[in-house]
């Protein structure tokens, strides 16, 4: 039975895109030692098994060869950086893939910290940093900016991710606006997922309002975008943390993320 045409074309393109990905994979591999300097230089990466590690390795190859960085002011943004930006942006779609990453090309590398340029994060789509002042912007459909001192001065942070925080920004705009619900697989539950955030940005906020001091950073009760991305830095960096503080946002993150990093942390000494 003949297909409709639109699926043809789609099925074109999509064998297209695999096969310029195998070759990119098989033409452009990441150097090793680079490879290896560069996640032994993240401590985020550390208790990845074996076949994590090589995939994490596969996408970020990928990540390189279809973004485009640019350097601000005559920043000079070079390989290391680029190879330690893709391995921890790849992070987060260890489980999801590359395509998740689809709809945008560029990274803007910011010496230092940077002014935002828009300030409407509904209108304009775009979503930047109001507290964390200006180290990061996400753009729906436009480029991630990140200022490399930041991501240098988090380097083995236990609580933060500049890299993660941003591209998590992109997932939440995949479906249009950033509102701390990326697209949900189809074996989740959307109402579960909006009331388990929900009740925990509620807490944070509550707590945030009475001066309590919190575990999980306080920029999180901005929004509910803010919320997710902060989050999602948690996810990655300090699992236990997250996973003791909001239980139930942590196994939401697991399901959408399709990991569970508080397995690669190590075994605690009694
Ligand atoms: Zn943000």
């Not at 500049?162 to 591209?167: C, D, G, S």
């Amino acid at each position: 039975m003949l297909r409709p045409f639109g699926d043809n074309v789609s099925a074109m393109f999509h064998a297209l895109r695999h096969w310029r990905r195998a070759r990119t994979l098989q033409r452009q591999p990441i150097d090793d030692d680079a490879w290896n300097a560069v996640v032994r230089s993240l401590p985020l990466l550390r208790g990845l098994q074996p076949d994590e590690s090589a995939h994490l390795r596969e996408l970020a190859t990928l990540f390189l060869a279809e973004k485009r960085f640019f350097g601000a002011h005559g920043f000079e943004v070079t390989d290391r950086m680029r190879l330690s930006i893709a391995a921890q942006a790849c992070l987060p779609i260890l489980g999801l893939g590359i395509d998740w990453y689809r709809g945008w090309s560029s990274i803007i590398v910011y010496p230092d910290d940077f002014l935002p340029r828009h300030e409407d994060v509904d209108e304009a789509g775009v979503v930047h940093e109001d507290d964390r002042i200006y180290s990061g912007e996400s753009w729906e459909l436009g480029p991630v900016v990140l200022s490399w001192a930041e991501i240098e001065a988090q380097t083995g942070s236990d609580e933060a991710n500049l890299v993660i925080h941003e591209l998590s920004h992109k997932l939440d705009l995949l479906n249009g606006q950033a509102n701390g619900e990326p697209p949900l697989h189809r074996d989740m539950d959307p109402a579960a997922w909006a009331a388990d955030l929900q009740a925990a940005y509620d807490d944070l906020c509550e707590r945030t309002d009475h001066g309590e001091e919190t575990v999980v950073d306080p920029y999180a009760s901005t929004d509910p975008a803010e919320f997710f991305a902060v989050t999602s830095e948690y996810f990655f960096v300090a699992p236990d943390l997250l996973a003791d503080s909001y239980p139930a946002v942590y196994r939401q993150l697991a399901r959408f993320y399709r990991q569970d990093p508080r397995r690669r942390l190590p075994a605690t000494i009694l």
